[in-house]
């Protein structure tokens, strides 16, 4: 079962692992296919042996380069992938980061592992921060047990440095409250010279299989013509 979760957020992550250029268990940083809408062909997105992005578009509207700026927007339309198996992987690192006095405590968190629809207790949300300069070369995690003074924030925090994103997960929350309050990380604050940061809030309650589109800015070095 857990399987069927991975392969979601496999889907889900590709964008990120080919710009961040993280390898997969072969050593190789792996190619993006689209999904193919209307097209006839897919668009792939990949690095070569000599360190070069390259692609096969099946439109240009997956490409868009200012020739004055040298500044692009990279598309990636992804496949198919299932939301709540995305939340769910992430859990699964979650609950198996927490030492064994505190898991005996939230042992109620596995059962929601299981369960194929989101309740109140879940928060199926996650939210996305993307650093400019740099990325985490290997993707980790930190499981937080919240400290701060604000009363209604969860508990428990998943923060994973996966590529140019800092993603941030939050746990099931044992006695909701509608005042929810969410902390994001400061580690942000020493990723790039930018001072204001876009954080994307990305909802994983959905529990059928939908499609989703990335765009990445690109700078290039050298004048494409």
Not at 168 to 177: A, K, M, R
Not at 190 to 214: A, G, H, M, P, T
């Amino acid at each position: 079962m857990s399987g069927k979760w991975e392969t979601s957020l496999g889907t889900f992550t590709t964008p990120l692992r080919v710009v961040s250029k993280i390898k997969n268990k072969r050593g190789k940083i792996p190619k993006f296919k689209s999904r193919l809408d209307e097209f006839k062909t897919q668009s792939i997105i990949y690095f070569d042996d000599n360190d070069v992005l390259k692609g096969h578009l099946a439109t240009r509207d997956d490409f868009i380069i200012d020739k004055e700026t040298n500044k692009g927007k990279l598309k990636f339309r992804l496949g198919s992938f299932n939301p709540y198996d995305v939340y769910r992987a992430f859990l699964k690192v979650a609950i198996s980061l927490m030492p064994d006095n505190i898991l005996t405590q939230e042992k109620w968190m596995v059962e929601y592992l299981f369960k194929d629809k989101p309740d109140y207790k879940i928060f199926p949300i996650i939210y996305m921060i993307f650093i400019d300069d740099g990325a985490f070369k290997e993707p980790f995690f930190e499981l937080r047990r919240y400290q701060g003074n604000f009363k209604y924030h969860p508990e428990y925090i998943l923060d994973a440095y996966f590529g140019k994103a800092i993603i941030q997960i939050i746990l099931p929350i044992d006695i909701p409250n509608e005042n929810i309050f969410i902390q994001l990380p400061p580690v942000t604050q020493i990723q790039s010279s930018r001072s204001e940061y876009q954080v994307e809030k990305v909802d994983l309650s959905n529990n059928k299989n939908e499609r989703r589109d990335w765009t990445f800015n690109m700078q290039f070095v050298n004048q494409i013509k």
